[in-house]
């Protein structure tokens, strides 16, 4: 396998589907979190090799394409490759397939470096691939920023209260937690299937606050935006299909 590419095989479990039998938002999340970790320790950038200079990796922006379904229990292989960094930030890819290639999402994200103890940006110099990152691209368009909604009395809003397990080893509620905040607010019927999903990350979620999730319905295209301590936490959007 080569450097500048990592896949990891993965069965489907139970746990990873809707009580529609669609495969999860977070599932999915889950899966690029997973590769993306991995193969970063492997280019010699992990957690570990940037804790050790008090910086972390922070994700700012991620979206995902629905091309088809998996089943249940079904092998699935996850595919990541980094783009070539830009001024101050990373994209990296990722595609999943099933054991004969057939593609069946395909996605991508945006990540920035920031001091583990202040939380400032830092500047990219501190991180280099050790390999050449490839020039395939599943998005030619630019990933640019969701534009935020007005809130009104009109808007369906679920509240959730973070815990002790939204929490991960950067210290704050992990970015796949809010996937299951927005479908816990969707609260899609067996008719509605997502066909794409895309989220930015603006700001820090801490244990033990209550984040109100805002949602504004236009025919397939569904936008939702976390709110706590009168800060904007995320900004989603959801297409159906």
């Known amino acids: 396998m080569e450097k500048n590419i990592f896949e990891k095989k993965f069965i489907l479990r139970v746990s990873d589907f809707?009580?529609?039998?669609?495969?999860?938002?977070?599932?999915i999340l889950d899966f690029f979190q997973d590769v993306a970790g991995q193969h970063a320790d492997i280019l010699g950038?992990?957690?570990?090799?940037?804790i050790a200079k008090d910086l972390i990796w922070v994700l700012l922006r991620t979206k995902f394409d629905i091309i088809k379904n998996p089943k249940l229990y079904s092998e699935v292989i996850v595919k990541t490759w980094p783009h070539a960094k830009g001024k101050l930030d990373f994209d990296r890819d990722?595609?999943?397939t099933d054991l004969d290639g057939n593609e069946l999402i395909k996605g991508t994200s945006k990540w920035v470096v920031v001091n583990y103890r202040t939380r400032r940006l830092t500047l990219n110099s501190h991180i280099e691939y050790n390999c050449i990152p490839l020039s395939k691209k599943n998005y030619e368009e630019p990933f640019n920023k969701l534009n935020d909604f007005e809130i009104n009395a009109g808007l369906k809003c679920f509240e959730y209260k973070t815990l002790f397990t939204d929490l991960d080893h950067n210290g704050h509620v992990n970015n796949i937690k809010f996937s299951d905040m927005i479908?816990?607010?969707?609260?899609?019927?067996?008719?509605?299937?997502?066909?794409?999903?895309?989220i930015n990350y603006l700001k820090e979620l801490q244990k033990d606050l209550t984040i109100k999730n805002y949602v504004?319905?236009?025919?397939?295209?569904?936008?939702v935006k976390g709110v706590a301590s009168d800060s904007n936490i995320y900004l989603a959007k959801i297409t159906l299909k």
């Open 18 to 27: 809707s009580c529609f039998d669609t495969l999860k938002p977070s599932a």
């Open 183 to 198: 479908l816990n607010a969707l609260e899609l019927n067996s008719t509605e299937e997502i066909l794409a999903f895309e």
């Open 216 to 223: 504004l319905r236009n025919e397939k295209e569904i936008y």
């Open 45 to 50: 950038i992990g957690f570990d090799d940037l």
């Open 94 to 96: 990722y595609l999943i």
